[in-house]
């Protein structure tokens, strides 16, 4: 690799660091080509990625970047899983690290927050972005519904007291 193309991985990289939500790094050696796929493939359906960089190359791109604390579990064959989703890339590593032993977390960062493997082990089990919107319209729309359960009531309830006085006239 010659100097240009990694002055283009550190910038790639930089961006990388930059506009993700959540970063996890972990050791990768000993996982199958197959297996990386699949970590590939589950990170994209997630809306995430899987990046294996040179480590000393990753070092000189969190230089300045909000989540520069990851560079202390830069050593070894390490594999980055990131998304923009704060919650979408912890959550594939942990999924895929209960599967496969070879694959183990070593930690990462959220933002400028450091995350020790614990970490990522809690912020795998907060609800993703679409649960959580899913919720928030859900509470908007339940007063809705029963604002409109109350204002129909009434009319029902009318309806009922006049079919009961009806019933013991015709009595």
Do not use: W
Request: aromatic residues 4%.
């Amino acid at each position: 690799m010659d100097r240009a193309q990694k002055e283009k991985v550190v910038e790639e990289l930089g961006q990388i660091f930059e506009s993700s939500g959540v970063v996890v790094v972990a050791h990768y050696a000993g996982l199958t080509v197959a297996d990386m796929q699949d970590l590939r493939a589950r990170a994209s359906d997630a809306g995430g990625s899987v990046r294996v960089a040179k480590n000393k190359l990753a070092k000189i791109a969190l230089e300045g970047k909000p989540c520069a604390s990851v560079a202390e579990f830069l050593s070894g064959m390490t594999v980055l899983t990131y998304s923009e989703d704060p919650v979408a890339a912890a959550k594939v590593a942990e999924d895929f690290a209960k599967e496969n032993d070879k694959f183990v977390i070593l930690g990462g960062a959220m933002g400028e927050n450091a995350l020790d493997r614990a970490g990522v082990k809690a912020v795998s089990s907060m609800p993703s972005r679409e649960e959580l919107i899913a919720s928030i319209a859900g509470c908007i729309g339940a007063p809705a519904s029963n604002i409109a359960g109350a204002i129909g009531a009434p009319a029902s309830n009318i309806a009922g007291i006049l079919s009961t006085i009806e019933d013991k006239a015709a009595a």
